[in-house]
């Protein structure tokens, strides 16, 4: 194969140790932000994620970044296999498999760039409304964004470790005697019917109904404008752990972007927050 026809690589290395609650989908909207990307960086390049943080993560957080490779411009996105990956495999795939030398980048490879990012600073971000590199930390939004819609699902978004932190808020919601408020519409769309019967066997969903949520069934939905959950005016607005907030994706509303936890945190409150910040709040 012609050298010419292999994309470059961007090694994209997460140093440090994550604060509690910051997930993948944390990590890709602050990378999305960073200039390098923004002035097309990473525009044909494979991404090549590595780092401290990156061995920590479970795979499904692996697949939020990969998953939004397209959105830095990627041509696709990586992460060296390890033993997270063999556990993964081994227990949700069935598969006999073991990690050889030649599976991870070469001591000393050349790459296009390098980006590294220390992951102790990072707190929740959310992407404004018109791209998904319109990255911002959540606690540097100046004005109060209150949401009409809070969809949780897609394939960036609807993954057994993104139900798990779904649930985690919900349960903790339901504990405190909360719910959805009636003005906001939460929509809770399982990945796969696999994550779905995951959901199931795990007793999620009876603390997902009571929280407030509509469950969706595994589809190509309110990403792509195409079910509940998608916005039918100008004027609402929705939080999503969807992959891309283009102007019309998910009908003539506004779409900021956010991590899982965030989407459900923010539906309880009705407006945009984290959910260490509800926590705060209802603990004051």
Same mark, same amino acid.
């Given at each position: 194969?012609?050298?010419?026809?292999?994309?470059?690589?961007?090694?994209?290395?997460?140093?440090?140790?994550?604060?509690?609650?910051?997930?993948?989908?944390?990590?890709?909207?602050?990378?999305?932000?960073?200039?390098?990307?923004?002035?097309?960086?990473?525009?044909?390049?494979?991404?090549?994620?590595?780092?401290?943080?990156? #061995?920590?993560?479970?795979?499904?957080?692996?697949?939020?970044?990969?998953? $939004?490779?397209?959105?830095?411009?990627?041509?696709?996105?990586?992460?060296?296999?390890?033993?997270?990956?063999?556990?993964?495999?081994?227990?949700?795939?069935?598969?006999?498999?073991?990690?050889?030398?030649? $599976?991870?980048?070469?001591?000393?490879?050349?790459?296009?760039?390098?980006?590294?990012?220390?992951?102790?600073?990072?707190?929740?971000?959310?992407?404004?409304?018109?791209?998904?590199?319109?990255?911002?930390?959540?606690?540097?939004?100046?004005?109060?964004?209150?949401?009409?819609?809070?969809?949780?699902?897609?394939?960036?978004?609807?993954?057994?470790?993104?139900?798990?932190?779904?649930?985690?808020?919900? #349960?903790? +919601?339901?504990?405190?005697?909360?719910?959805?408020?009636?003005?906001?519409?939460?929509?809770?769309?399982?990945?796969?019917?696999?994550?779905?019967?995951?959901?199931?066997?795990?007793?999620?969903?009876?603390?997902?109904?009571?929280?407030?949520?509509?469950?969706?069934?595994?589809?190509?939905?309110?990403?792509?404008?195409?079910?509940?959950?998608?916005?039918?005016?100008?004027?609402?607005?929705?939080?999503? +752990?969807?992959?891309?907030?283009?102007?019309?994706?998910?009908?003539?509303?506004?779409?900021?972007?956010?991590?899982?936890?965030?989407?459900?945190?923010?539906?309880?409150?009705?407006?945009?927050?984290?959910?260490?910040?509800?926590?705060?709040?209802?603990?004051?």
């Amino acid at each position: 194969c012609s050298s010419d026809l292999v994309p470059e690589t961007l090694r994209i290395e997460f140093t440090g140790e994550l604060p509690a609650g910051i997930t993948g989908k944390d990590l890709v909207l602050h990378l999305l932000a960073q200039p390098k990307i923004r002035s097309g960086g990473g525009v044909g390049k494979v991404f090549e994620f590595t780092g401290p943080v990156i #061995s920590r993560l479970s795979i499904d957080e692996r697949t939020t970044l990969t998953n $939004m490779a397209a959105e830095l411009g990627g041509f696709t996105g990586i992460v060296a296999p390890d033993e997270e990956t063999v556990r993964f495999l081994r227990e949700r795939r069935g598969v006999a498999f073991r990690v050889e030398p030649w $599976m991870c980048s070469d001591p000393g490879a050349s790459y296009a760039d390098a980006i590294t990012i220390d992951g102790s600073t990072l707190s929740p971000m959310v992407a404004a409304p018109g791209d998904p590199g319109n990255g911002m930390r959540l606690d540097a939004v100046q004005q109060r964004v209150k949401i009409d819609i809070a969809f949780a699902g897609t394939c960036t978004g609807g993954k057994q470790g993104d139900f798990d932190g779904y649930y985690e808020v919900l #349960s903790w +919601a339901v504990q405190h005697n909360m719910r959805v408020p009636d003005h906001v519409k939460l929509y809770l769309q399982f990945g796969t019917t696999a994550v779905r019967d995951y959901c199931i066997d795990k007793g999620y969903l009876p603390v997902f109904e009571k929280a407030g949520a509509t469950l969706l069934q595994p589809s190509c939905g309110a990403c792509a404008n195409m079910g509940p959950g998608s916005s039918t005016k100008p004027d609402q607005v929705t939080v999503s +752990a969807q992959n891309r907030n283009f102007p019309g994706r998910s009908g003539p509303g506004q779409i900021w972007l956010a991590s899982p936890p965030t989407v459900v945190a923010s539906a309880l409150a009705g407006e945009l927050i984290s959910f260490r910040q509800l926590q705060e709040r209802v603990a004051a």
